[in-house]
């Protein structure tokens, strides 16, 4: 096992990544503006939405007129946005693929507030776009047209923490790493890890059933939420915030709104169950010779390590070419075709070790790790997750990223990403995958030095098909927004959608509540 450094470390070390060395940490509205190379968008140069999808038609909504901004600016005083230039951050998605023209940008900071500007906006027949952190890669953040955006940034407070059930009562606008932060004094953690966690609102990973690298572990928002408060588009606010975890008492509405993408409503609240800390965390990188080997690494991840494993991460040599030579960072180990991520975390630090390196060794005795490292120094350790958590800032260096968001089954996971390198040939500058083997999510993504039809037109709806056709989804964690809603078919029976499209239209019979995402256009 000579390739192999033992190496181990104290919990409080990787339980800290700082959210510095991930790619959205700062505020998109900062980083998005930025020209990369190769030929990335610059400010002029990008479409309003209307115009890349001239065929899309405006609702038929009230148009904001000099009288709504004084009603607005009454309701809340200093925090009501109509300069064209602060609006522009807000209008663009972090991909810099959609943008709409919204003349007004709404901060409210308390429920009542919320409830009120929503009232206003459904007796005016103004449509609204909710706006958390603006993380999201689906275009289902920002306005289409001209929508009203209500931003939560200003909802931030943390209402209470029960330190013996773990439960965490919090306002949507909170961000999510410093939520991470705040229970952690406690020695408990948040049961989602994202890679915008420095800048995503938890009203934002709720609204998108945002997974993460911690979903193996902790499993989806859905379990761990146990209560919402929410803003209807009628304006009327609707109560679940239990802290209860037994609660069996009619129709689970919280459920709805999770993973409803703002189409139903906007969510002011939330109650969040926290797991204990681990005490005694470790990671280990590996290198192997094949996806097969990813998988026989996982299978005997799963048997070796049982309750303590919380993450397994994969990449491929393409992704590691990305972080070597668009961001400078280093490999650890020898090349390799693929490369595993793993991370345990337990409460008894000498019992978890021996675990890992049994599994270590095995996997170098079989040949199935052909290298690997394990970190001790927080250095090392921050610079193996970076690896893995800036591929998508590496990537924008390349000029323009087609990404995509799937689930699959593992027996066809990375056979998507070999049909993808072979169809773009010649049209694409790179095809890498990389993800969440742990929870079957593969994020493919796509790069060229500018936004290219004739490479769109070759990835969609060829990838949709791709994955329908394996029985999987389109959408593994990012929701589908604007980009994805006409292909909620490829994952959802025609009686599935006509069902979500009911329920939308009794909650939100003007369609003012985030219009034109999630739902497929008629």
């Known amino acids: 096992m000579s390739a192999l450094n033992r190496k181990f470390f104290a919990a409080s070390t990787i339980m800290s990544r700082i959210s510095s060395l991930v790619c959205s940490s700062c505020h998109p509205v900062l980083t998005r503006n930025i020209q990369t190379q190769g030929g990335g968008y610059r400010r002029s140069e990008m479409k309003l939405t209307s115009q890349r999808y001239p065929k899309l038609k405006r609702g ?183 802290t209860l975890r037994k609660d069996n008492t009619g129709y689970d509405l919280k459920q709805l709104l999770i993973g409803s993408e703002g189409t139903l409503g906007i969510i002011t609240k939330a109650t969040i169950l926290c797991p204990q800390r681990p005490s005694a965390v470790s990671i280990a990188f590996l290198g192997c010779n094949s996806f097969e080997g990813v998988l026989n690494i996982f ?13 397994f991460e994969f990449m491929d040599s393409a992704s590691m070419d990305v972080a070597i030579g668009n961001l400078h960072l280093t490999n650890p180990i020898s090349d390799t075709p693929f490369y595993v991520l793993i991370e345990t975390g337990g409460s008894n630090k000498d019992h978890d070790e021996e675990k890992l390196s049994t599994l270590l060794e095995d996997l170098m005795n079989k040949g199935t790790a052909t290298d690997g490292t394990l970190a001790t120094e927080t250095s090392k350790i921050l610079a193996i997750w970076s690896l893995r958590e800036r591929l998508a800032e590496g990537l924008l260096h390349d000029g323009y990223c087609y990404k995509y968001d799937v689930s699959l089954p593992l027996s066809s996971f990375y056979q998507l990403v070999l049909d993808m390198r072979q169809r773009v040939l010649g049209s694409a500058r790179r095809v890498v995958g990389y993800g969440h083997v742990g929870d079957g999510n593969l994020h493919l993504n796509v790069t060229s030095p500018q936004y290219d039809q004739k490479v769109m037109d070759l ?47 009794l909650i939100d019979p003007k369609g003012i509540m985030n219009p034109y995402k999630l739902l497929p256009s008629s």
């Open 60 to 242: 038929p909504f009230a148009t904001l007129t000099d009288g709504d901004v004084s009603c607005l600016e009454r309701l809340l005083s200093g925090r009501v946005i109509t300069d064209e230039s602060e609006l522009e951050g807000y209008n663009t998605d972090w991909l810099r693929t959609v943008k709409g023209s919204s003349k007004i940008l709404l901060r409210p900071k308390t429920t009542e507030e919320v409830s009120a500007v929503i009232s206003y906006c459904h007796d005016r027949g103004l449509a609204v776009v909710p706006q958390g952190g603006n993380t999201g890669l689906v275009g289902g953040s920002v306005p289409v047209f001209d929508e009203v955006i209500v931003s939560m940034q200003l909802m931030n407070n943390i209402i209470s923490l029960d330190k013996v059930s773990g439960t965490l009562v919090c306002e949507a606008g909170c961000i999510l790493a410093k939520l991470d932060d705040y229970v952690s004094e406690q020695g408990l953690i948040m049961p989602l890890d994202l890679g915008a966690k420095g800048s995503c609102h938890i009203g934002g990973n709720l609204a998108t059933n945002a997974g993460g690298v911690r979903l193996l572990r902790y499993g989806s928002l859905h379990g761990s939420v146990l209560g919402i408060e929410a803003v209807l588009p009628s304006g009327e606010v609707l109560d679940c915030l239990s």
């Open 299 to 311: 299978k005997e991840a799963k048997q070796q390590l049982g309750e303590i494993l919380s993450a």
């Open 459 to 505: 990835i969609e709806p060829y990838i949709y098909d791709w994955v329908a056709g394996q029985k999987g989804s389109v959408s593994a964690e990012h929701g589908l927004g604007f980009k994805k809603r006409d292909f909620i078919y490829h994952s959802k029976s025609a009686s599935a959608v006509s069902l979500m499209k009911q329920i939308k239209g």
